[in-house]
């Protein structure tokens, strides 16, 4: 099982035990590819963000403010608004939430 086995069967096993295990298997191998493929392309995202950008978007997700995002980084407020737009526009987000799922994700 460490390995990545799905599953086992003991014998003896009918057809439809056997069909069943690989069901589950190419069920697991296809939920696989796709965690890969979103987080390829959420890398891909964060790669078109600016250096500034990126320290807005971990600011931004740690639940900062607006203005105290501006003042930490020595910004006026609505610069801050413009990049933190740039970073929802850039990341597809709809939600601070959902920049938070994608930098837990990431890693970040």
Known sequence: MKGGAVDFLEKPFNDQQLLDSVQRALDRSREQRANRGEL??????????????????????????????????????????????RVVQKMRADSVANLVRMTEKLGL
């Open 40 to 85: 390829v392309e959420l890398r891909r995202r964060l790669e078109t963000l600016t250096p500034r950008e990126r320290e807005v978007l971990k600011l931004v997700v740690a639940g900062k403010l607006n203005k105290q995002i501006a003042d930490y980084l020595g910004n006026a407020e609505k610069t801050v608004k413009v990049h933190r737009g």
